[in-house]
């Protein structure tokens, strides 16, 4: 019995128009990555389980695929384990390599790996497939594509600027206008724990904070009397619970909420520099937007925090995020060195433009000109133009076999190839070539030379 | 205790130069196959174990890297069949998915699944990378690229000529010429069995005959006559033993040596017909040559049989190959699929080109221009250039942080980087640019307007 194909869940083939809308994404961000400076590398699919093990936390440990050992995997098992049935246990004993679960990990084992060829500050990006064994739904897939640009090696505040300048270069070169960069600064966040007089509440606040939009102010009140923080603090921050206005009015709010705090007045200053030198070089087609509930793996960031959210009316998570982390690649042994990223979602870009329509740009991959093919001395008075077609890169093909007429008119209508040349024995004894302008159904012959100019 | 890292044996991280030499195979590859009508498309990097497992043979299944169920995948297995430690068994009870493996079974399951929405025949190419467990060595990896043309749902022998310009044409553009493009088909071997008077006997007789280079044709003889062929059928196909002379020579001397036989007859009018139009045509810079001994996979391919071997000298296995199938599709519910194609193995072709120094003209991914950064003031002017030479797609950057002149000038000597521009006050107060020449040490101050024009 045949099998019926299927995929698995989570994983999706692409179409020849799909690949051709995706690879438009790729290179436009690839482009911009380049024009910045960043250089590309690679890493392996999977790494060494302990390479990617514990560094997402609880669940991101479940979500990693593993990959099973190969050949007799089980013969030295211990059959106490086994019989323990304990799933957990069991995996390090039988799996020693797991799928890349995000670029940013690879990335640190590599900057650790290869310090010694490296020029730092090194500005790398990566474009390459991640894999979640998590649950799928609409913007979310267990094998998707992260771009990533990070820049290790340096504190300077210069990059961080690069970075909303990057985005609104890549959304605006997409024609994606109206998307909103959002900016923060872990150090604002700590000045407000500092504030609060309870650093130890700083996640159950920016939590509770997260959800103004939904329960508005009353309720993000309740919420975080419920989690112990006191009602003085919570009227010292009053302020963040209608912060409104433009980023200038903002700033000023946060410098004097935050003028008892230190490292906060640090972030505000932090966060002032770079709003002030966005405004005097503009944005193209994005907004900047200060965001204080923005926190985004809070225990990793440690300056900057971006996020990228679409144009207002599509309905899709963020489609990039990214921040400052101080200490990347500590885990792997290197210490003191800072690194400041951001990301791209591919897949996630790639619905939003299909909602918009936003590809009628796109070239798909077909060919421009279709040789029909009557028989083999017809086929190879074509393949002689052919051959020349080719070498001027005009994308072109003959019909492989002598097919009936009707059939293979048909596959250049179906296929929307723009033109299509007939050879029969008079075009061969007059060395001619017929060519049907597929849209205007016109017909004309010409000689080899002219079939060159009219195709290009 | 910070962990050593360290990535899987066969496994490879690429820098900045390799990606940049690798993508310039790939892309040279990608417009060959676009040239040539040929589509792209995508599979995932993993599939459902069953479109895998047997198609590749015992050792194929033994060498698919599986993937552990997510969860608490050893809580429905049975408890007597993990005491009974059989790997292979347990391993259907706990991994449902696998890495590809290659790209030619996902691509018939591809056409399978998505009959309805394809229009035949159909051309399609697919550069993605095949992972196996096999042992590592020289051109030899556990995750590699396959770059793949297929035609389906044709028989026509216009496509087995194309592939042969194509191959040329790919490796004429890589500048790597005497490639040697070696052709056979299934029909001629399958004529010689009947010749041979055994068909059963077709693989040991193949296998043989392979050696011919090795161990000379008495050891051939020997070899044969220890497999049961008989003296007779040894006989009559000694002229295979000293095959030499032109593609031309070899034709007639097959033509003889199968006249008795239908379908080596057959085999060697296509073999004929692709010889004949290709020595018509011309080809650029491969050899092409007729290959008696080249069997691939022997039960799979039907008709023509490809195999590309580097130049002379290089130590290298195959760098190309592929052949024609006439049920590709059977195994997935879709019969009487006629497919043809062939592979580039991108990792072995990279190792070619980089002993035979053909990487010279590829550009690498660095910038052409560095901004030295002096202070904020400083950074900001120079920040107004930086905007306007990447919107003219100058690749350009300002160094992150104010550190010390001298280092900044080694960053850019390191990375090889063209131009230096200074801005100091006096720049500023003059609303000019400084710009150094690296190769020549010059220096010259201009406009905005100047410094585009010199660096572009």
């Not at 996640?203 to 009140?221: H, N, Q």
Request: proline fraction near 3%.
């Amino acid at each position: 019995m045949a099998q019926k194909p299927s995929i698995p869940k989570g994983t999706r083939d692409f179409s020849p128009t799909e690949v051709a809308k995706r690879n438009y994404i790729f290179s436009t961000i690839r482009n911009v990555f380049e024009t910045y400076g960043f250089q590309p590398i690679e890493t392996p699919s999977f790494e060494n389980s302990e390479t990617l093990m514990g560094k997402y936390g609880d669940e991101g440990d479940r979500l990693i695929f593993k990959i099973l050992n190969s050949g007799d995997y089980l013969n030295k098992v211990d059959e106490t384990l086994l019989a323990s049935k304990d799933s957990l246990k069991v995996t390090a004993s039988i799996s020693e390599k797991a799928l890349r679960y995000d670029l940013t990990v690879p990335f640190a084992r590599y900057v650790v790996q290869h310090q010694n060829e490296i020029e730092f500050p090194f500005k790398r990006y990566q474009m390459q497939p991640v894999w979640r064994a998590d649950r799928p739904q609409k913007g979310r897939f267990r094998e998707f594509y992260q771009c990533d640009a990070d820049v290790v090696g340096s504190k300077g505040l210069w990059q961080e600027i690069e970075f909303v300048q990057l985005y609104d270069a890549v959304f605006s070169k997409l024609k994606l206008t109206g998307t909103t960069i959002k900016l923060n600064n872990r150090k604002i966040l700590a000045g407000i724990a500092e504030i609060i007089g309870e650093a130890d509440k700083l996640i159950d606040f920016t939590v509770a904070l997260d959800k103004l939009d939904k329960i508005g102010a009353e309720g993000v009140t309740k919420e975080m009397l419920a989690k112990g923080i006191s009602e003085s603090a919570i009227e010292k921050v009053q302020p963040l619970f209608h912060f409104n206005g433009t980023n200038q009015e903002k700033l000023n709010q946060l410098q004097v909420l935050l003028a008892d705090s230190v490292e906060g007045t640090n972030g505000v200053n932090d966060l002032r520099f770079v709003i002030d030198t966005i405004e005097i070089l503009g944005l193209q087609s994005a907004h900047l937007t200060i965001d204080v509930t923005l926190a985004r793996g809070l225990n990793y960031y440690t300056g900057a925090i971006y996020e990228v959210s679409a144009p207002k009316g599509v309905q899709m998570g963020s489609i990039g995020g990214g921040g400052r982390y101080d200490d990347l690649t500590g885990i792997f042994g290197l210490k003191d060195m800072s690194g400041v990223g951001i990301s791209f979602g591919l897949d996630r870009i790639y619905l939003v433009l299909e909602e918009l329509n936003l590809f009628d740009t796109v070239e798909l991959p077909k060919p421009k000109v279709l040789f029909v093919n009557f028989g083999d001395k017809e086929a190879a008075f074509c393949m002689k133009a052919l051959v020349k077609l080719r070498e001027n890169n005009v994308k072109s093909e003959l019909y492989p076999d002598s097919s009936k007429m009707k059939k293979q008119m048909n596959y250049a209508n179906k296929r929307e190839i723009p033109f299509v040349v007939i050879v029969g024995s008079s075009e061969i004894e007059k060395n001619k070539y017929t060519v049907k302008i597929m849209q205007t159904g016109e017909q004309q012959e010409c000689s080899l030379e002219e079939l060159l100019k009219i195709t290009q």
